[in-house]
């Protein structure tokens, strides 16, 4: 499941959401819609990031791609809320989608948690025609692997990740990390995921300045 992890804001999710659309390679779905609303396709960037602004949101934006002529067109599926916990939620049902060869990309931006500013990772990531083989017994109500050509699913998710990593300005290990996060970091945001930036800071490195 070749993945890309990274750190990016608003400002960093807006122009690679561009790209996406632009490339028009492949339908871009919401992976659970709001409660006991329809599940939506987005037409454009703007669509998407107002996502971000959405009451309960928190933050976050979760997409499933699929990838055009790679395999079936998703259908949305129903999840109903058990009855003790719909109270909490605020809904009774919910939809997704689901697919071996949709491409899963969930985007984060800055909020407060707890009095303090933080940014939690971003990723993406695919399902390889072996791993979906592996997990289709397992997973089922789901459509054959066999359906799918993951060959285009490799391609357009490779070209993605290559989108990502070309517009890093630092990385932390694997993690790449962004403009405009990188100016969250200097400001003092705290990194999901890295720990506190005191100790984390000696591992990044500015790819602008790597010595």
Request: glycine fraction near 8%.
């Amino acid at each position: 499941m070749p993945n890309c992890d990274f750190f990016a804001t608003a400002a960093d999710h807006a122009p690679l959401l561009a790209w996406l659309f632009d490339e028009n390679t492949c339908a871009v779905y919401e992976a659970y819609s709001p409660g006991e609303a329809p599940l939506r396709r987005f037409a454009g960037a703007a669509e998407v990031m107002r996502e971000f602004e959405r009451e309960g949101a928190y933050g976050r934006c979760h997409l499933r791609l699929h990838v055009n002529g790679s395999g079936p067109v998703p259908e949305p599926r129903r999840i109903d809320i058990i009855a003790s916990e719909q109270a909490a939620c605020g809904f009774r049902y919910r939809y997704t989608i689901e697919g071996w060869g949709l491409v899963p990309l969930q985007l984060y931006v800055p909020q407060m948690k707890k009095g303090q500013r933080q940014l939690d990772k971003s990723h993406t990531n695919h399902n390889s025609q072996k791993r979906a083989e592996a997990w289709a017994d397992i997973r089922q109500g789901m459509n054959s692997p066999d359906a799918w050509d993951f060959r285009k699913v490799t391609a357009f998710s490779s070209r993605l990740n290559r989108q990502i990593r070309k517009r890093a300005v630092a990385k932390w290990g694997g993690c790449s990390i962004l403009a405009g996060a990188w100016t969250e970091w200097e400001n003092g945001t705290y990194f999901g995921g890295l720990g506190a930036i005191a100790t984390a800071a000696s591992r990044v490195v500015d790819l602008r300045n790597p010595a």
